[in-house]
C-alpha cells in the first residue's frame, strides 16, 4: 500500500510559480505512474499531469501545457510538479494519485491559490 503526502501549496500572484511535491512511504515506488489531479469548487476534477514510472513518459492537461513539469525521484519516492505562469484558474486543491481504478491511492491534496 502506498501513503501520498501532498506539499507546496499557496497563495501566489499571477504569473508566479510554485512547486508542488508529493511524498510517498510504501513499497515499489518506482513501479507506480504518478498523477497530479486538482479539483476547484464546483468544478470536475481534472488530470494535470501524470509521470510514467522511471520518468521516461510524461504527459499533461491541455490547460498547463508549456507552464507545468512533472518529474520524479526513485531514490527519494517523490514526485514533483513545477508550475510557472500561473493564472487564477489554476486555482484548485491538488491531488497526488496513484495505483488504479480499482486500488486507488490518494493524498490529502494541497491548496493553490493564485490571486493578486
Known amino acids: 500500500q502506498l501513503k501520498l503526502v501532498e506539499s507546496g501549496g499557496g497563495l501566489v500572484q499571477p504569473g508566479g510559480s510554485l512547486k508542488l511535491s508529493c511524498a510517498a512511504s510504501?513499497?515499489?515506488?518506482?513501479?507506480?505512474?504518478i498523477r497530479w489531479y486538482r479539483q476547484a469548487p464546483g468544478k470536475e476534477r481534472e488530470l494535470v499531469a501524470s509521470i510514467g514510472t522511471y520518468g521516461g513518459i510524461t504527459n499533461y492537461g491541455d490547460s498547463v501545457k508549456g507552464r507545468f513539469t512533472i518529474s520524479r525521484d526513485n531514490e527519494k519516492n517523490t514526485v514533483t510538479l513545477q508550475m510557472n505562469n500561473l493564472k487564477s484558474e489554476d486555482t484548485a486543491k491538488y491531488f497526488c494519485?496513484?495505483?488504479?481504478?480499482?486500488?486507488?491511492?490518494w493524498g490529502q491534496g494541497t491548496q493553490v491559490i493564485v490571486s493578486a
Open positions: 510504501g513499497p515499489n515506488f518506482s513501479r507506480y505512474t
Open positions: 494519485n496513484a495505483g488504479t481504478r480499482a486500488e486507488p491511492y
